[in-house]
């Protein structure tokens, strides 16, 4: 099991650039979730995906962040147009639904807007 | 929307030591109560869980107890070595959903 994918896992743009996050969850796993990590505000829940339809976006920070998951085995997260504010650490995670509701994290992507 | 505390925020222990790391939540249907460990510059990773109907796992040398009625849970790390050193972060599950609501996260320093 190769586990969460994530790419890239370094990210610099300028700012007004569009970026785009991609994700592949675990084979099998149903639930889907991309957070965001930095200092100040720690782990937050962007959006989450049950069985490919966005089941709670209301962590999306603004218009500009977009979130899809066209089928079982990929999502992205687009963020159009990148703000300095955007630098973070963007986790993709995800999780079936069964005895065991853990999460399985990638390794994230390392966003830095110039 | 679940509220989660953590505390302490930084917790320093000299090795050998235990430790103690609590976390209380709001939302009294809460049913699935996580742990993870997130080392400097890698990826959170689930090291222990317990579910509503448990009040206390262990695993080695880490254990989870759970309080449903006073609504926190904590952790326990025994035996302390360097490698513990680490963020550490609850996350309970709220009744209707498979959200998990993480905490501030704990930095545990484990002195040689």
């Known amino acids: 099991d190769a586990g969460v994918i994530q790419s890239p896992r370094h990210e610099v743009t300028e700012m007004g650039q569009e970026v785009t996050l991609r994700c592949k969850p675990i084979?099998?796993?149903?639930?889907l979730f991309w957070y965001r990590q930095t200092m100040m505000r720690g782990l937050e829940l962007l959006i989450y995906?049950?069985?490919?339809?966005?089941?709670?976006d209301s962590g999306m920070p603004e218009d500009r962040f977009s979130a899809k998951m066209p089928n079982a085995s990929f999502s992205t997260l687009k963020i159009q147009p990148s703000e300095p504010r955007d630098s973070a650490v963007y986790f993709c995670?995800?999780?079936?639904?069964?005895?065991?509701?853990?999460?399985?994290f990638g390794s994230g992507t390392r966003l830095t807007v110039v | 929307g679940e509220n989660v505390e953590q505390h302490p925020s930084t917790l320093s222990v000299q090795e050998g030591d235990s430790a103690v790391i609590k976390c209380t939540y709001s939302?009294?249907?809460?049913?699935?109560f996580p742990w993870y460990k997130q080392e400097l510059g890698k990826r959170p990773q689930l090291i222990i869980d317990?579910?509503?109907?448990?009040g206390e796992k262990k695993d080695q040398r880490i254990a989870v107890t759970l309080n449903k009625t006073a609504k926190h849970f904590s952790l326990h790390i025994t035996e302390t070595q360097p490698e513990d050193s680490a963020v550490y972060f609850c996350?309970?599950?709220?009744?209707?959903?498979?959200?998990?609501?993480f905490g501030k996260g704990t930095l545990l320093t484990v002195n040689p």
């Open positions: 995670a995800s999780t079936l639904k069964g005895p065991r509701d853990g999460y399985t």
């Open positions: 084979s099998g796993h149903n639930s």
């Open positions: 995906f049950n069985n490919n339809v966005p089941i709670d």
């Open positions: 939302d009294s249907a809460s049913n699935y």
């Open positions: 317990i579910r509503s109907n448990v």
């Open positions: 996350a309970p599950r709220g009744g209707s959903n498979y959200k998990l609501t």
